[in-house]
């Protein structure tokens, strides 16, 4: 009897720390999974490790690597400096096709040649769009779109067209259309797509208007001879008389003279003729 007693308080025992075990494993803490790791940061588009959204074009561009010429350009135009500050302090962002360096080799001998320092600036503007354009954006453009580079007809434009899942960018210049290649940077407020040709603005490489030919010099016209003033003081020489009317006068009087002499003559041959009766 005492036999059969212990015999099921230690099964009761055992059964009760079998209980207790299960509990405490029900009501341990489910073991956390490790979160996703967080893009690098030096990924293209990824932001940089502060959290900071891009505002540097030029660090991008170096960090991307293949694009030292047009990193050249933007800082000799100082346009880089203008371009940190509108991504500063911009609520519409900045999107920038950067030709590769691939892209300026490939350029004609002398393209840019002749270029004034102003035209510089524009060419670097004409690669840059007033405001953050995604790739999607881009594709959905139905007109042309305009650029930060201006002249005397206004804003300098691209014509923005689909092409398959990517967009066609074309400036107007003959055989100066491009497809952009890849993205350096997709965080608002600023996006980068490169792109295997320098763009070139229409209005710096189009077709140029002639130059107009002169105009005709006026023909002389004839001055008329001045007349001379008279001076003051000074008798002018007497007109000459008509050669005809001189002639006259001088028969008229011979005239008179003659008859004058023959009257003379008759009267002395009167009194001669009287004394002799």
């Not at 650029?147 to 300098?156: D, N, V």
């Not at 003081?233 to 008389?241: F, V």
């Amino acid at each position: 009897m005492a036999s059969a007693s212990r015999i099921l308080l230690v099964a009761f025992l055992l059964a009760t720390v079998s209980a207790m075990a299960a509990a405490q494993k029900a009501v341990a803490p489910a073991k956390a999974k490790p979160a996703p790791a967080a893009p690098a940061a030096d990924a293209p588009g990824a932001a940089t490790a502060d959290g900071k959204p891009p505002t540097d074009p030029i660090a991008i561009l170096k960090k991307a690597g293949g694009f030292t010429k047009f990193c050249d350009l933007l800082e000799q135009t100082r346009v880089d400096t203008q371009l940190k500050a509108q991504l500063t302090d911009s609520y519409n962002g900045l999107t920038i096709f950067a030709p590769t360096d691939d892209a300026f080799d490939s350029l004609k001998a002398g393209t840019l040649n002749g270029l004034s320092n102003q035209d510089q600036i524009q060419m670097m503007l004409y690669c840059v769009l007033p405001r953050f354009y995604s790739l999607s954006m881009l594709g959905n453009i139905k007109d042309k779109v305009n650029t930060q580079a201006s002249g005397h007809t206004g804003p300098y434009k691209y014509a923005i067209k689909p092409s398959g899942n990517n967009v066609n960018v074309s400036t107007g210049v003959k055989g100066n259309n491009m497809l952009l290649n890849s993205v350096v940077s997709k965080d608002f407020p600023l996006s980068i797509y490169s792109v295997d040709k320098v763009p070139l603005p229409y209005e710096l490489f189009g077709p140029q208007p002639p130059t107009p030919a002169p105009a005709p010099a006026p023909a002389p016209t004839k001055s008329k001879p001045k007349k001379k003033k008279k001076s003051a003081g000074i008798a002018e020489a007497p007109e000459a008389e008509d050669a005809d009317s001189t002639a006259d006068d001088t028969k008229n009087a011979a005239s008179s003279l003659t008859g004058r002499w023959v009257a003379a003559l008759g009267v002395l041959a009167a009194a001669v003729l009287g004394g002799a009766f």
